[in-house]
C-alpha cells in the first residue's frame, strides 16, 4: 500500500525551493538580496503557521491568486479571461477598493500565505491596490503585467517596494508576441526590461505555453535573451483552451513531459534564473492543487474561485474572510473528492470538468438558501 501524498509537505518543499533559487539569483543585487533574506525567514514563520494549522485539521495554501481588477487595455487571442466574461474593457464601479484588498491582504499574512500573484485584467491599472500591496513586506507579490505602463512612476514604486515583482507576459520573440497580443507589445516589454535592468529591479517572465511555442520558449537563445535583459524568473503557464478550436494548442502528456525535463535542465544550466511552471507536475503533486490545496483565486469582485480557470464560486470575502473562504462546500468537495486528481486531456482539469463543478456550486447555493 502506498504512502498518503501529503500536500503539505509538498507545497513546503515547493516554496523552500523557490525561495533558495531565489536568493541565489539576487546575490549580484545587495538591496534584492538583502530582502530575499528577511523574506527567506518570514517564509518559514509562514511555513510553521500553516503547519500548524494543518495539526488542527485545517489546511491554509501558500499561493493567492489576486485578479484585483476586471479591465484589460490589450485583446490578446485566446485570453480565457475574456472569453469567460471575466475581463473587460471598462473599470466597473463594484470592484474591491484598495482597502477591502488591503484587508484580504493582511489577513492572508496572518494565515502564512507566502505568495499572492496579483493578476486582472492588467493589474496595473490599479495602482492603489499595488500601493497597499506593497506595504505587507512579509509577502511576495508577483505582479503579472502585460508591461504597457511600466514608467517613472511604477519604476519608483518597485524600486521602493522590492517585495512587488513585477512579471511581463511574453510569448517568444516579437513575431510571436505581437500576433497574440498586438502589434507594438513586444517592443514595449523589452523597453520595460531594459528600464527595471538599469535600475536593478527584479523582474520575471510569463510565457503561455502552446503546442505552437513550446520549443522556441524553452529554448536556450529565448532563455538567453530574458536573461540578458536582466529577467531572474521565467513561469511557464499552460495554454488552457477556452472554445473547441483552440485544443490543439492545449499542451498534452507529451508537451508536459517535454516541458518538464527543460525546466530541469534549465535550473542546472542557468542557476541564476528561477523556473516555475503552472500548474505544473500534476502527476508528482497528487492531482490539481487549486481550490485552497496549493492555492485559490479571488477575483475582483471578492468571489473565491477555484482557480482563475475555473470561474465559480459560492462564498464571497467582502461578506466573510479569507479563512472562512477556503472553508466553503465548493472548495472542500472539490478537495475531498476525485475531481483534482483525474487525468484530463490538456490544461486544466477543472476546466474540463466545468458541467461536474458547476453541478457542485448549484448545490451548494441551494443548501444556503
Request: glycine residues 8%.
Amino acid at each position: 500500500m502506498s504512502e498518503k501524498f501529503d500536500i503539505q509537505e509538498y507545497m513546503t518543499k515547493g516554496v523552500e525551493r523557490i525561495v533558495a533559487d531565489a536568493l541565489r539569483s539576487t546575490l549580484k543585487n545587495p538591496r534584492e538580496s538583502a530582502f530575499m533574506l528577511k523574506f527567506a525567514s518570514a517564509s518559514k514563520k509562514a511555513s510553521a503557521k500553516r503547519a500548524e494549522a494543518g495539526k488542527n485539521g485545517e489546511h491554509i495554501p501558500p499561493f493567492l491568486i489576486a485578479s484585483i481588477t476586471s479591465s484589460c487595455n490589450l485583446h490578446c487571442a485566446g485570453c480565457y479571461s475574456r472569453c469567460n466574461n471575466a475581463t473587460v474593457d471598462s473599470e466597473p464601479v463594484e470592484q474591491m477598493s484598495s482597502d477591502e484588498w488591503r484587508a484580504v491582504f493582511e489577513e492572508a499574512d496572518s494565515l502564512g500565505v507566502s505568495f499572492i500573484l496579483l493578476a486582472g485584467g492588467e493589474p496595473l491599472l490599479r495602482k492603489d491596490v499595488i500601493e497597499a500591496a506593497g506595504r505587507i513586506k512579509n509577502i511576495l507579490f508577483p505582479v503579472f503585467t502585460n508591461g504597457t505602463f511600466i514608467g517613472d512612476a511604477y519604476l519608483d514604486l518597485f524600486d521602493k517596494n522590492r517585495n512587488l515583482v513585477p512579471v511581463l507576459s511574453i510569448e517568444g520573440d516579437r513575431d510571436t508576441t505581437d500576433t497574440r497580443r498586438g502589434k507594438g507589445v513586444y517592443d514595449k516589454l523589452t523597453e520595460a526590461m531594459d528600464a527595471m535592468k538599469k535600475r536593478g529591479i527584479i523582474f520575471g517572465a510569463s510565457v503561455t505555453v502552446t503546442t505552437e511555442n513550446i520549443a522556441e520558449v524553452t529554448s536556450d537563445a529565448f532563455i538567453e535573451s530574458l536573461r540578458d535583459k536582466g529577467c531572474k524568473l521565467v513561469l511557464y503557464v499552460e495554454f488552457v483552451p477556452v472554445t473547441d478550436e483552440s485544443k490543439e494548442l492545449a499542451p498534452g502528456d507529451k508537451e508536459r513531459e517535454f516541458l518538464r525535463n527543460s525546466i530541469s535542465g534549465n535550473r542546472v544550466k542557468y542557476d541564476d534564473l528561477v523556473f516555475v511552471s503552472f500548474p505544473g507536475d500534476e502527476k508528482s503533486s497528487g492531482g490539481c492543487i487549486a481550490a485552497g490545496r496549493g492555492f485559490f483565486h479571488i477575483n475582483s469582485h471578492g468571489g473565491a474561485e477555484p482557480c482563475p480557470f475555473s470561474p465559480y464560486s459560492d462564498i464571497n470575502v467582502r461578506k466573510t474572510s479569507v479563512r472562512e473562504a477556503l472553508k466553503s462546500k465548493l472548495f472542500t468537495v472539490l478537495r475531498e473528492g476525485e475531481y483534482l486528481n483525474d487525468d484530463h486531456e490538456g490544461g486544466c482539469v477543472l476546466f474540463e470538468k466545468r458541467a461536474e463543478v458547476e453541478r457542485i456550486l448549484a448545490v451548494s447555493q441551494q443548501a444556503c438558501v
